[in-house]
Protein backbone atom coordinates (compact mmCIF):
# COMPACT_ATOMS: atom_id res chain seq x y z
CA UNK A 1 0.00 0.00 0.00
CA UNK A 2 1.52 3.73 -0.84
CA UNK A 3 2.24 5.95 1.74
CA UNK A 4 0.04 8.92 0.87
CA UNK A 5 2.76 11.46 0.94
CA UNK A 6 4.88 9.19 -1.34
CA UNK A 7 2.22 9.33 -3.57
CA UNK A 8 1.83 13.17 -3.62
CA UNK A 9 5.14 13.55 -4.55
CA UNK A 10 5.09 11.12 -7.38
CA UNK A 11 2.04 13.11 -8.93
CA UNK A 12 4.25 16.23 -8.21
CA UNK A 13 7.09 14.76 -10.00
CA UNK A 14 4.94 13.56 -12.80
CA UNK A 15 3.51 16.98 -13.03
CA UNK A 16 7.04 18.92 -12.71
CA UNK A 17 7.62 16.70 -16.35
CA UNK A 18 4.81 17.27 -18.35
CA UNK A 19 4.74 20.70 -17.38
CA UNK A 20 8.16 21.02 -18.51
CA UNK A 21 7.79 18.89 -21.84
CA UNK A 22 4.08 18.86 -22.83
CA UNK A 23 1.68 21.60 -21.27
CA UNK A 24 -1.51 20.41 -22.49
CA UNK A 25 -0.90 16.83 -21.24
CA UNK A 26 0.12 18.72 -17.47
CA UNK A 27 -3.03 20.37 -17.96
CA UNK A 28 -5.00 17.50 -19.03
CA UNK A 29 -3.43 15.02 -16.22
CA UNK A 30 -4.21 18.12 -13.93
CA UNK A 31 -8.10 18.50 -14.42
CA UNK A 32 -8.16 14.43 -13.87
CA UNK A 33 -6.60 13.69 -10.90
CA UNK A 34 -8.41 16.76 -9.14
CA UNK A 35 -12.23 16.15 -11.12
CA UNK A 36 -12.34 12.76 -11.21
CA UNK A 37 -13.77 12.57 -14.79
CA UNK A 38 -13.48 9.33 -16.80
CA UNK A 39 -10.56 9.26 -19.17
CA UNK A 40 -13.04 8.95 -22.44
CA UNK A 41 -14.81 12.37 -20.74
CA UNK A 42 -11.43 14.17 -20.14
CA UNK A 43 -10.22 13.28 -23.45
CA UNK A 44 -12.91 14.98 -25.48
CA UNK A 45 -13.14 18.00 -23.01
CA UNK A 46 -12.95 21.41 -25.30
CA UNK A 47 -11.75 24.65 -24.56
CA UNK A 48 -15.17 25.87 -24.63
CA UNK A 49 -16.22 23.28 -21.70
CA UNK A 50 -13.85 25.11 -19.76
CA UNK A 51 -14.04 28.87 -20.63
CA UNK A 52 -17.52 31.35 -20.31
CA UNK A 53 -18.23 33.64 -22.92
CA UNK A 54 -16.11 36.28 -22.26
CA UNK A 55 -12.89 33.81 -21.99
CA UNK A 56 -12.13 33.11 -18.16
CA UNK A 57 -11.97 30.08 -16.63
CA UNK A 58 -15.18 28.68 -15.67
CA UNK A 59 -15.27 26.95 -12.03
CA UNK A 60 -17.05 24.48 -13.33
CA UNK A 61 -17.30 22.72 -16.38
CA UNK A 62 -20.51 21.04 -17.74
CA UNK A 63 -20.50 18.21 -20.14
CA UNK A 64 -21.92 15.35 -21.58
CA UNK A 65 -20.55 11.71 -20.22
CA UNK A 66 -19.56 9.76 -22.88
CA UNK A 67 -20.65 6.34 -20.75
CA UNK A 68 -23.78 7.39 -19.35
CA UNK A 69 -24.77 9.93 -22.03
CA UNK A 70 -25.77 12.37 -19.27
CA UNK A 71 -24.62 15.78 -18.16
CA UNK A 72 -22.79 16.70 -15.38
CA UNK A 73 -21.50 19.47 -13.69
CA UNK A 74 -17.63 18.72 -12.31
CA UNK A 75 -16.06 21.47 -10.28
CA UNK A 76 -12.46 22.76 -11.65
CA UNK A 77 -10.13 23.35 -8.27
CA UNK A 78 -7.73 25.89 -7.88
CA UNK A 79 -5.44 23.77 -9.05
CA UNK A 80 -7.03 22.69 -12.07
CA UNK A 81 -7.93 26.26 -13.30
CA UNK A 82 -4.51 27.38 -12.78
CA UNK A 83 -3.08 24.19 -15.07
CA UNK A 84 -5.90 25.54 -17.58
CA UNK A 85 -4.16 29.02 -17.19
CA UNK A 86 -0.63 27.42 -18.22
CA UNK A 87 -1.95 26.17 -21.34
CA UNK A 88 -3.77 29.26 -22.40
CA UNK A 89 -0.50 30.58 -22.32
CA UNK A 90 0.50 28.30 -24.79
CA UNK A 91 -2.08 28.50 -27.23
CA UNK A 92 -1.74 30.70 -30.46
CA UNK A 93 -4.97 32.37 -31.71
CA UNK A 94 -5.40 33.57 -35.28
Known amino acids: MHNPS ?3 KEIDTIKKVLLANNVSEYCLFTI ?3 SGLR ?3 LLNLKIS ?3 DNA ?3 RE ?3 LQEK ?3 KTKD ?3 SDVARKAVAEYLKTRTYE
Do not use: M, V, Y
Open 6 to 8: ETK
Open 32 to 34: GIN
Open 39 to 41: ISD
Open 49 to 51: DLL
Open 55 to 57: GKI
Open 60 to 62: QST
Open 67 to 69: KTN
Open 74 to 76: SPL
